[in-house]
């Protein structure tokens, strides 16, 4: 399954939104119902870290200024406020199909 | 939760390295494993999963016949095997903790070890 995430990159003003796009090539809804899309951000310099699974579920301790959306094959993670701690590259990851498969990544900057 | 690579080393081509991880701040035997990888500038890619009793073992593609995913959990230890390894095989390896058996999620990853496959 491959993921497809846009932009590449954003450069945003500290307190704007912000908005990154995940595609899958094939639909993410599970026999079972749950959607198994996840979304992991990577600080510079460190590993990833979950914000978002089952599409709009916060993992503990993520701000509520993150958000996800979607379903099927279109999802969407919004940064409400971004603020300097959220520089880094967000990535989309599907769970349905095997191997799990991740999306190439969209790098945020502050302006 | 703790999660610490090690093994991570310059390897020539064709060449084998075993990547260990060890882990602290859960029971272990709970949960099942995976390896991801991450190549410099590039971005992730799953490579193996291992259950929580070591009886369930999924690799990718790329890696398949190649590499090895085993547990000790009387260590708190996962390990990968790496075998005939190529230029391709570069890459920072990280050890990571399934969130709900069953799925793919992952909740904690740990801080990686490089391998650089290099003559």
């Known amino acids: 399954i491959v993921m497809t995430q846009t932009p590449l990159s954003l450069s945003v003003t500290p307190g704007q939104p912000a908005a990154i796009s995940c595609k899958s090539s094939?639909?993410?809804?599970?026999?079972?119902?749950?959607?198994?899309l996840y979304w992991y951000l990577q600080r510079p310099g460190q590993s990833p870290h979950l914000l978002i699974y089952?599409?709009?579920s916060r993992f503990s301790g993520v701000p509520d200024r993150f958000s996800g959306s979607g379903s099927g094959t279109e999802f969407t993670l919004k940064i409400s406020r971004v603020e300097a701690e959220d520089v880094g590259i967000y990535y989309c990851?599907?769970?349905?199909?095997?191997?799990?498969?991740f999306g190439g990544g969209t790098k945020v900057e502050i302006k | 939760v703790q999660l610490v690579e090690s093994g991570g080393a310059v390897v020539q081509p064709g060449g084998s390295q075993r990547l260990s991880c060890t882990a602290s701040?859960?029971?272990?035997?709970?949960?099942?494993m995976h390896w991801v990888r991450q190549t410099p500038g590039q971005g992730l890619e799953w490579l193996a999963l291992?259950?929580?009793?070591?009886?369930?073992?999924y690799y990718a593609d790329s890696v398949k016949g190649r590499f090895t995913i085993s547990r000790d959990n009387s260590k708190k230890s996962l390990y990968l095997e790496m075998n005939s390894l190529t230029t391709e095989d570069t890459a920072f390896y990280y050890c990571?903790?399934?969130?709900?058996?069953?799925?793919?999620?992952?909740?904690?990853w740990g801080q990686g070890t490089l391998v650089t496959v290099s003559s």
């Open positions: 089952e599409v709009s």
């Open positions: 094939e639909s993410l809804l599970h026999s079972n119902g749950q959607t198994y």
């Open positions: 291992i259950s929580w009793d070591g009886g369930t073992t």
């Open positions: 701040g859960f029971i272990f035997d709970d949960y099942t």
């Open positions: 990851m599907q769970g349905v199909h095997v191997p799990p498969t």
């Open positions: 990571a903790r399934v969130a709900v058996a069953g799925t793919f999620l992952i909740d904690f």
